[in-house]
């Protein structure tokens, strides 16, 4: 989150040149470039987690975040090591990338998997509605740090601030060794499958992982457009203050930690499809309506007004997408299935979505083009909704 809400300010230290549009473009798009890494993270992570249980998958793949974390927080800038900085910036964030190709799955299957019957909606929620939590924070850290720096300290130094508060996370690894336990239907399973046993079943069930990807680029474009790239297209694009940006961005996170537990909780009542269908078509028929109407007239105002709206949708749908991705993997490539689907979504979609809009505004000159982006993205979840089938045999191989 730190890295997408501070883009300007890192494209300033590790990739400087004369032109901010292209020190901002090729901070985006290292930003974009960690996601590239997910698939490879979900296919090798994943495996690990299928085979070794999901509490070693998990303490693995939140140590090597920690290290892509401390690599950025550190690293010198351009003016001091040279073109080392942005190297090494970029391997940070691949490594970032590598151990979140498996986080976001390992998590949902382990939530899934301890949920009491009939619950599984609302304990699946709370992995999304977890992250809500880190925008909020980085949001409020920012709100307070642009309020206590100047902004020449801020593009210096003060970006660092959040990216050292979030080498938090160490002390937690340890504590996570000691009291994380296994899940029951993972001790449970006779077979481990080994990595080759995996990577069959994965081939014989692409159509599942396809209509993954479909389902989950609903999700990432919304999320990333609605968190990661609002300070910069509210500074960048409309011209508002900075500090309004991150109090939109502030009230963003809140927003969805409401809204994706109530929904996951709705999705265990009326069923997931249902909220999948409702939450694709009004995303697609509102959402460049929306864009037009802010940028028409920028302010903070119309600003938050938009992204509650989006944030709104976004939370609904994820609160059923979720669970209902775990639901339609087969049991043994559970984790690795589903992370995959999330990483290939995330890494060809969302994670350029800053890029992509940033981009698309700058060949177009229309400000409110990111809300057809969402709108394309709303219409792939809306197929995937209708091909989904969570009742359907499910191939696997021995």
Same mark, same amino acid.
């Given at each position: ?6 883009a ?8 400087p ?42 303490i693995? !793949? ?13 690293m ?7 073109? #080392?900085?942005?190297?090494?910036? #970029? ?5 970032q ?19 009491t ?22 949001? *409020? ?13 801020m ?16 002390? =937690? ?12 239907? =993972? ?18 069930? @692409? ?15 919304? =999320? ?20 309004d940006?991150?109090?939109? !961005? *502030? @009230? ?31 995303? #697609?028929? !509102? ?26 949708? /976004?939370?609904? /749908? ?16 559970? !984790? ?45 979840? *809306? ?16």
């Open positions: 989150m730190v890295f997408g809400y501070y300007s300010a890192i494209g300033n230290a590790f990739f040149s004369g032109n901010p549009f292209l020190s901002l473009m090729l901070s985006l798009m290292t930003f974009g470039a960690g996601f590239l890494m997910r698939p490879l993270g979900a296919i090798v992570l994943g495996a690990y987690t299928d085979r070794h249980g999901r509490r070693a998958g998990l693995l !793949t939140l140590g090597l975040m920690s290290v892509g974390i401390i690599s950025i927080a550190f010198p800038g351009y003016a001091i090591i040279g073109l #080392l900085a942005p190297l090494l910036v #970029l391997t940070g964030r691949l490594l990338g590598f151990s979140a190709g498996m986080e976001l799955g390992g998590v949902s299957v382990y939530l899934s998997e301890i949920a019957p009939g619950h599984k909606g609302f304990y699946v929620s709370w992995q999304s509605a977890s992250q809500q939590v880190a925008v909020m924070f980085a949001a *409020l850290v920012g709100v307070m740090l642009s309020s206590a720096l100047p902004p020449q300290k593009l210096q130094w003060g970006w660092r601030i959040p990216l050292l508060l979030g080498c938090a996370i160490l002390p =937690f690894l340890f504590r996570l060794r000691r009291s994380l336990q296994e899940t029951d239907e =993972f001790i449970a399973r006779k077979h481990r499958p080994s990595t080759s046993e995996i990577l069959r079943s994965l081939t014989a069930n @692409w159509g599942i992982v396809i209509i993954g990807v479909m389902m989950v680029t609903m999700t990432t474009v919304s =999320f990333y457009m609605i968190t990661a790239y609002t300070p910069t297209f509210g500074s960048s694009v409309l011209h508002l203050a900075s500090l940006s991150l109090i939109v !961005t *502030l @009230w963003v996170g809140a927003s969805n930690l409401f809204w994706l537990p109530v929904m996951g909780t709705l999705s265990d009542r009326i069923g997931r499809r249902p909220l999948l269908v409702l939450c694709t078509i009004l995303m #697609l028929i !509102t959402a460049y309506p929306a864009m037009l109407w802010l940028v028409r007239n920028p302010s903070f105002s119309r600003l938050l007004s938009v992204e509650l709206w989006l944030s709104f949708i /976004y939370g609904s /749908y994820n609160g059923a997408m979720v669970v209902f991705l775990t639901e339609i993997m087969p049991v043994n490539v559970r !984790t690795t299935g589903f992370a995959l689907a999330y990483s290939l979504a995330t890494a060809i979609f969302g994670g350029f979505t800053p890029a992509i809009s940033t981009y698309l505004i700058h060949v177009t000159g229309n400000r409110a083009i990111p809300g057809l982006w969402l709108s394309f993205a709303a219409a792939c979840g *809306l197929a995937a909704s209708f091909l989904a089938k969570p009742q359907q045999p499910i191939m696997e191989v021995d």
